[in-house]
């Protein structure tokens, strides 16, 4: 009896052996499909940040257009207030102008009369 007790101890051992031989196998394979799993994730997330560093980037650069171009409308509004300004300025001379230009014209007209009294007083009688 010992020798069949030695070989049901043989067989157990046997059996054992390969029920955790098939089951290592299957944790070796659940842990590569895990590993395979998480690098792609990783993979993604990597990804993900690249873009979103990207878009952040690119955020910043617009901000910063943008600012400029808000800077440059403004320079653009005080230019074109200053020229108002300068415009309204040239239109008031213009008018001062026109006004002084009606008076001299106004005199000009009563000196002419008045040379042409004074020049028909003067003519020699016939």
Same mark, same amino acid.
């Given at each position: ?28 394979? &659940?842990?590569? @499909?895990?590993?395979?799993? @998480? ?20 955020? &910043? ?8 171009? !808000?800077? !440059?409308?403004?320079?653009? $509004?005080?230019?074109? !207030? ?26 000009? !007209? ?12 003067? $003519?020699?009688?016939?």
């Amino acid at each position: 009896m010992d020798e069949a007790l030695k070989n049901r101890i043989v067989v157990i051992l046997a059996i054992l052996t390969a029920v955790f031989f098939f089951g290592t196998l299957s944790s070796c394979n &659940s842990a590569i @499909r895990y590993k395979t799993a @998480r690098d792609k994730e990783m993979a993604a997330r990597l990804a993900l940040e690249e873009r979103t560093s990207k878009y952040v980037q690119e955020k &910043s650069a617009l901000e910063e257009k943008a600012k400029a171009k !808000e800077n !440059e409308a403004a320079e653009l $509004k005080i230019a074109l !207030e200053t020229a108002k300004k300068a415009l309204v300025q040239n239109e008031l001379v213009g008018q001062s102008l026109r006004e002084e230009l009606q008076k001299v014209t106004k005199l000009k !007209e009563t000196l002419d009369d008045d040379l042409k009294r004074a020049l028909a007083g003067n $003519k020699p009688k016939k």
